[in-house]
């Protein structure tokens, strides 16, 4: 079965540190989201790429995250500095979406996640 | 904006039991997809449905899509301990650049 690859699976950092993950998409996937999993927020989309342009990156506080894709088969969400509010769960996740329409044409395929914990 | 409103929080029910959980959009969807996860796991992908009053149906599980596309449910037929983990809706929006916002999810605990 096609994956969607993150790295690392798990990261621990000092408050101030850069933490950079990764994102592996499925290949021929055009879009490409990152969100954020905590207990008390759930599910939020930080980012939002179709055909490797960002559509949408509302979600992400804009003064230390930055989300890119470099190329077609990386996506990245780094964070600078971070901070211990940061301490969660990132999820990359890869579909294909209509051109016209934006609609996703099937369902995401999520990545295994970055457990982030920021002491 | 668009916001994703999903009940319950938490359900627990014997084995055996049916289970229901409910999703309401604040604006009409182009789609909605439901995605379960495991603990400690990722969302994994269940189905989507499109059209107004769609009903679809996975083995035990049924899911509907209101007349409307503002609301939609997932429901469990005499549930199983692999029926455990969190149940989340997602819907996306109509025009334009129309993310997929996920609903709070369900957690669902089935007790033998």
């Known amino acids: 079965d096609a994956r969607v690859t993150q790295t690392p699976r798990h990261k621990v950092t000092e408050m101030g540190q850069e933490v950079t993950m990764r994102c592996q998409p499925i290949l021929g996937h055009n879009t490409v989201f990152w969100y954020r999993q905590t207990m008390m927020q759930g599910l939020e989309l930080l980012a939002y790429f179709r055909n490797r342009a960002p559509l949408d990156d509302s979600g992400m506080p804009k003064d230390r995250f930055s989300a890119e894709m470099p190329d077609a088969t990386l996506a990245t969400l780094k964070i600078q500095p971070s901070e211990p509010r940061d301490s969660a769960v990132y999820f990359c996740a890869s579909g294909i979406s209509a051109r016209a329409t934006q609609t996703l044409l099937y369902g995401y395929t999520f990545g295994s996640g970055t457990r982030l914990t920021v002491v | 904006g668009q916001q994703v409103m999903q009940i319950p929080q938490y359900q627990h029910v014997q084995e055996g039991e049916d289970f229901t959980t409910y999703c309401n959009s604040s604006t009409t969807l182009s789609n909605i997809q439901w995605y379960k996860q495991r603990p400690g796991g990722h969302p994994v992908f269940l189905i989507q449905?499109?059209?107004?009053?769609e009903v679809k149906k996975q083995k035990r599980l049924t899911f509907q899509f209101g007349e409307a596309k503002k609301n939609s449910s997932l429901h469990i037929t005499a549930t199983q301990t692999t029926d455990v983990g969190t149940y989340f809706c997602a819907g996306q929006g109509s025009g334009g650049y129309n993310k997929l916002i996920f609903g709070a999810g369900t957690r669902l605990a089935v007790h033998p």
């Open positions: 449905l499109v059209k107004s009053g």
